[in-house]
């Protein structure tokens, strides 16, 4: 009878064992060891993401998904995820989480990427999120777009080429042979007529070289340049004069062109009035009156 109480005892307390170490065990796969701070972060797609999903650190574990919260504001609805992280991880206040996979088959993580700011986000406030990195959600928005592009400018660009093709063959088609037809005739003309314009081409370039590439002419173009280079060396202090003289004047007239136009614009004014008063009463070139102080005339 001892012996049996032995043996029960022994089995319960190794059963007790057992359950003690998956309890270790599960808790370790789960990241919950001990005590922890709770976070929350959003995103607009958590697909992958569930209850128990890890969240890292820079890769490193953590905690864990503890709650998805999805809220509604208007048309768009947002997600708002509630995790754990280890009790006394500090996270910075410019950290950001994300959505991605550590590798192609890998599960789903949340990954932390911590920032540099020296100032610790307090527990129960909300990490900011940033884009996933999922390999797959990426795929699927390049085949998304890639969709859209074919739809909306391939599948229409296409059709307009076939048309204009189709127009382009048919025109083709109809005119082709008045077209050859008319190259042909056109090489046939050129064909009979090149040997003759060659020959005048020929004929007209011995002329002309037989009567400018003469001695005559080679001695006339040396004397004129010859004679236009004395001119410049001889006279070149004459030159610098009447550049010097130009430039003065040039500088005047800038200086007094300002009263210059004043004096244009009153004399036009003088002559827009004298032309009305000639309109209004033209006796006034013959019978004009002088004028007296005061803005009057004589009578």
């Known amino acids: 009878m001892r012996n049996m109480r032995v043996n029960y005892a022994a089995v319960g307390g190794f059963v007790l064992v057992m359950l003690t170490a998956l309890v270790v065990v599960v808790a370790l796969l789960t ?16 697909a992958g993401v569930k209850f128990g999903t890890k969240v890292t650190y820079e890769g490193y574990v953590v905690g864990q998904v503890e709650k998805i919260d999805p809220v ?21 206040k410019d950290s950001t989480a994300r959505i991605t996979s550590s590798g192609l088959l890998s599960a789903v993580i949340v990954d932390i990427r911590g920032g540099t700011s020296p100032v610790m986000l307090a527990p129960g406030t909300e990490i900011a999120s940033a884009g996933g990195g999922n390999l797959f959600d990426t795929l699927s928005n390049v085949a998304g ?20 093709i189709n127009a382009a063959g048919d025109l083709l088609e109809k005119q082709a042979p008045d077209i050859l037809a008319n190259l042909l005739a056109i090489s046939t003309d050129l064909a009979q007529k090149t040997p003759r314009v060659t020959a005048n081409l020929d004929s007209a370039s011995g002329v002309l070289a037989h009567r400018l590439a003469t001695e005559d002419n080679a001695k006339r173009i040396e004397s004129t340049l010859a004679a236009l280079d004395k001119m410049t060396n001889g006279n070149q202090a004459a030159v610098d004069a009447s550049i010097k003289d130009l430039r003065y004047s040039l500088q005047a007239v800038a200086r007094n062109i300002d009263s210059v136009s004043y004096n244009l614009e009153g004399t036009a004014r003088n002559l ?26 004589h009578k």
């Open 145 to 164: 777009e890639m969709s859209d592009l074919n739809q909306t400018a391939l599948k229409p660009l296409l059709t307009t080429l076939t048309a204009r």
């Open 72 to 92: 509604r504001d208007g048309a768009l609805t947002t997600f708002i995820l509630t995790v754990e992280v280890r009790r006394g991880w500090g996270i910075p």
């Open 31 to 46: 990241g919950r060891t001990g005590t922890t701070d709770g976070y929350t972060t959003r995103f607009a797609n958590v």
């Open 272 to 297: 827009n009035e004298f032309s009305r008063q000639l309109r209004d009463n033209p006796a006034v070139l013959l019978q004009g009156h002088p004028a007296v102080e005061g803005g009057g005339q």
